[in-house]
């Protein structure tokens, strides 16, 4: 119930109808606001508080939890909701629904191609080699499969050797956002600059390039796991930028044993309650216009 306070203070307490009717109708993909039911709210708080489905909640014995949850939404938007449920009504559920595919001109993706075998080149000039693990690429420098840290003395805090010397570094392993790798060359640099071993995952679909497959962010959280089991890597410490917050977010809840430590840039992931941040990443159709201002229940009257 803490991350719920936190989301009720994130906006005012008295949102006015006007900008909650804008807050709600875009949360649940433009169904009308007098249709979004307690049962609706319930099913969105589920998910969004729990990563959960109502079933699931009830099998859990949590389901008390939605309803004192719509409550309070009740009372601090000064708004009641109808009792029941409104069948097919849909909300924006990005970490479960499949990502948006559009595609540009064939030009658009011969240009990341290039920019593609650029980054390639640059990170083989940084000491960099390429792997692949089914369908994700990965890059990595400094990591031995034959040393102590592939096999997995990383972060456990005993010696590396009988002879009594200090573990290995848990490398670094980051993710990058939309653009892809090629963005991301001098960052890169400045980490690799540290001295310590690192491992870079070129999100193929996030780099913008012609992709047969588009996963989800859990199976991407899957796939990385199963890269730090090929290179022998037990612990990482995560950075994360823009998109690649999200995926940063999904492995602390999803495999915490594997971090070490967690670095997150631009964390849009901790504004996945702003429906207009959401739509416009996820959601909204290319060519059509951003949408703005509802970012929060409160955001009309902040000024």
């Given at each position: 119930?803490?991350?719920?306070?936190?989301f009720?203070?994130a906006?005012?307490s008295?949102p006015g109808?006007a900008?909650?009717?804008a807050?709600?109708?875009?949360?649940?993909?433009?169904?009308p606001w007098?249709?979004?039911?307690?049962?609706?709210?319930?099913?969105?708080?589920?998910y969004g508080?729990w990563?959960?489905?109502?079933?699931?909640?009830?099998?859990a014995?949590?389901?008390?939890?939605?309803?004192?949850?719509?409550?309070?939404?009740?009372?601090a938007?000064?708004?009641?909701?109808?009792p029941?449920y409104?069948?097919?009504v849909k909300?924006?559920?990005h970490?479960?629904?499949d990502?948006?595919?559009h595609?540009?001109?064939?030009a658009?993706?011969?240009?990341?191609?290039?920019?593609a075998?650029f980054?390639?080149?640059a990170?083989?000039l940084m000491?960099?080699q390429?792997h692949s693990?089914?369908s994700?690429?990965?890059y990595?420098?400094?990591i031995?499969?034959?040393?102590?840290?592939?096999r997995?003395?990383?972060?456990g805090g005993r010696?590396s050797s009988a002879?009594g010397a200090?573990?290995?570094?848990?490398?670094?392993?980051f993710?990058h956002?939309?653009?892809?790798?090629?963005?991301?060359?001098?960052l890169i640099?400045?980490?690799?600059?540290l001295?310590g071993?690192v491992?870079?995952?070129d999100?193929r679909h996030?780099g913008?390039?012609?992709?047969?497959?588009?996963?989800c962010?859990?199976e991407m959280?899957?796939?990385?796991r199963?890269?730090?089991?090929?290179v022998?890597?037990?612990?990482v410490?995560?950075?994360?930028h823009?998109y690649?917050?999200?995926?940063?977010?999904r492995?602390?809840?999803?495999?915490?044993?594997r971090l070490?430590?967690?670095c997150?840039?631009d964390?849009?992931?901790?504004?996945?309650?702003?429906?207009?941040?959401?739509?416009?990443?996820?959601?909204?159709?290319?060519?059509?216009?951003?949408c703005?201002?509802?970012?929060?229940p409160?955001?009309a009257?902040?000024?």
């Amino acid at each position: 119930m803490e991350m719920f306070r936190r989301f009720l203070e994130a906006g005012e307490s008295d949102p006015g109808q006007a900008n909650l009717e804008a807050y709600l109708e875009l949360w649940f993909q433009g169904m009308p606001w007098d249709q979004i039911k307690r049962g609706n709210m319930e099913e969105l708080m589920a998910y969004g508080m729990w990563y959960r489905t109502v079933p699931e909640m009830e099998a859990a014995g949590l389901s008390h939890f939605l309803v004192e949850m719509v409550d309070k939404l009740e009372v601090a938007w000064k708004h009641t909701f109808p009792p029941g449920y409104t069948q097919g009504v849909k909300f924006m559920s990005h970490l479960w629904d499949d990502l948006k595919v559009h595609y540009r001109p064939l030009a658009f993706y011969l240009v990341m191609e290039g920019c593609a075998l650029f980054s390639w080149a640059a990170m083989r000039l940084m000491g960099f080699q390429c792997h692949s693990l089914g369908s994700t690429v990965y890059y990595t420098r400094g990591i031995d499969s034959s040393s102590a840290l592939a096999r997995g003395s990383v972060g456990g805090g005993r010696s590396s050797s009988a002879g009594g010397a200090p573990p290995a570094p848990a490398p670094i392993l980051f993710l990058h956002g939309v653009g892809g790798l090629v963005i991301y060359l001098e960052l890169i640099w400045q980490i690799v600059r540290l001295n310590g071993p690192v491992i870079v995952v070129d999100i193929r679909h996030m780099g913008m390039r012609l992709s047969p497959r588009i996963p989800c962010v859990d199976e991407m959280t899957s796939e990385i796991r199963a890269v730090l089991d090929k290179v022998g890597v037990r612990k990482v410490c995560v950075v994360g930028h823009s998109y690649g917050t999200l995926v940063a977010s999904r492995l602390v809840k999803r495999f915490p044993s594997r971090l070490h430590a967690l670095c997150l840039i631009d964390p849009v992931c901790f504004g996945m309650y702003m429906p207009h941040l959401l739509h416009n990443f996820f959601y909204r159709r290319l060519g059509a216009g951003p949408c703005c201002g509802a970012g929060g229940p409160g955001a009309a009257r902040r000024g």
